[in-house]
């Protein structure tokens, strides 16, 4: 990964003297510190965290985890946990129909988390996708993070648009469409040019 970094600067150095000084004011990429010790936890992490602050996400997800009795949650544990007291966890109905569902999809091989990082990136969005609950973007950021895939840009993404807008200097905010042939600028490295933007208005 840090190699790729380097070679994503000498890019941006020859494509995009913008991104290069973004690069330069923020400092050393952090793309490589992996969100979540598995696959796994990444995705039921994910669908906690869905519309709801970090604070109360972290909070769901511990009670998940202390209802469980482990360090981290399995799919086999978190299925045979009663649905009940997942809802009172803080999930509530919706949320704990997504993650049964994703728990079941890894448990019978629908989703194959163990080989995911063989599939490219299409196939392993299609299959991620197939979850309730997870949809594209929620994939994109999947595979920028966890599988550590470089040249991954979630165009939907509002934080995105917006740090395009402000670092470009453009009139109005563009649309996915139009953020997605902008960032074919920075291809193959995409994955690394979006972290950067993120940085520039969350530090």
Known sequence: MALDIRRARQHFARTDPVML????????????????????????????????????????YERIVALAGTDTVTAPALLALDEDALRATGLGPTKTRYVRDLAAHVVDGRLPLTSICDLDDAAAIE???????IGTWTAEVFLIFQLQRLDVFPAADLALLTAIQRVYRK????????????????????????????????P
């Open 21 to 60: 000084a973004l690069v330069k004011r923020v400092g050393p990429c952090r793309l490589d510190r992996r969100v979540a010790p598995d696959a796994f936890q990444a995705l039921l992490r994910a669908i906690v965290a869905q519309q709801v602050s970090a604070r109360a996400a972290r909070t769901v």
């Open 171 to 202: 009139r109005r905010r563009p649309t996915p469409a139009e953020a997605r042939r902008f960032a074919e600028r920075w291809a193959p490295f995409r994955s690394i040019a979006s972290w950067y933007l993120w940085r520039s208005i969350e």
């Open 127 to 133: 299959a991620l996708t197939d979850v309730r609950g």
